[in-house]
């Protein structure tokens, strides 16, 4: 596998994780990101603990995009504090099943763990009683386009998460009633064509900023090519 830098300094790493691949695995001989990345950096093992090392925050397997690694020990303390205070901004993109009308919106939940489905969270309008951990979740999304699917309209999006629950984008435009288009594990019944059609998870961990040693840095990872392919044969949907 060929691992895409987006940026290299010495402290910190960003590549491009694609879709389908594990951040990293207990098993040493099952395919990872990291696996991958320690194979050509043998001096990350230094970093952190086995099997994340210095991997700073997480993305599903399903979605692609940015991921940052720490060089070094310091930097990794650093920025997992940054994200836990907020002080990281990420931004996606994904393609949901559905018509957003509204331009932007805000959603806010508290989630668990599915007791239907233990591979899944749920959201909660309020939390419930019982020995069950609720966290809180917020999530900003924008409109960016509409596309014309058969009898139904497909809607791009970007999504700021506020917070950083598992499966937190994922779990919020499903509680909407906009699933992420691709995705086997969050959609509804009436998406089972598309999602047999579609090759991937159409989420993207497009941008991430933040301030490191008093600079600004931004890291953009552009869409991929089969994200981009699916999208150029759509109509585009005005309304």
């Known amino acids: 596998m060929e691992i895409k830098i987006l940026l290299a300094n010495e402290n910190i790493l960003a590549v491009e994780k694609p879709c ?20 050509a950096l043998p001096e990350l093992k230094n970093v952190g603990e086995p ?16 991921v940052l690694v720490a060089k070094n020990n310091e930097t990794l303390k650093m920025m997992q504090e940054k994200f836990k205070k907020g002080e990281i901004k990420k931004e ?19 989630m668990a763990r599915s007791k239907a489905d233990r591979r899944k969270q749920r959201c909660y309008e309020i939390p419930m009683k019982g020995s069950v951990r609720y966290r809180f979740s917020e999530t900003y999304y924008e409109i960016l386009k509409r596309f014309k699917y ?9 999504a700021v998460p506020k917070t950083g629950r598992k499966h937190q984008i994922r779990c919020h435009m499903a509680f909407i009633g906009h699933a992420i288009v691709g995705d086997k594990l969050y959609g ?3 998406m089972r064509k598309i999602n047999k059609e579609v090759k ?3 989420l993207h961990a497009h941008k991430i900023s933040f301030e490191f040693q008093d600079k600004k840095i931004e890291i953009v990872s552009p869409l ?3 994200f981009m392919e699916f999208t150029k044969n759509l109509e585009d949907f005005d309304n």
């Open 224 to 226: 991929p090519t089969d």
């Open 200 to 202: 991937r998870s159409m």
């Open 51 to 66: 099997p994340r090392y210095g991997l700073i925050h997480r993305l599903d397997k399903e979605t692609s995009g940015i």
């Open 20 to 39: 389908g691949i594990l951040l990293y695995s207990e098993t040493e001989n099952q395919l990872s990101l990291m696996s991958e990345l320690i194979k």
């Open 150 to 158: 058969g009898e139904n309209v497909l809607t791009m999006i970007k």
């Open 92 to 110: 996606y993109i994904a393609l949901v099943f559905g018509n957003i009308k509204q331009k932007s919106g805000v959603i806010k939940c508290f």
């Open 188 to 190: 509804f019944k009436n």
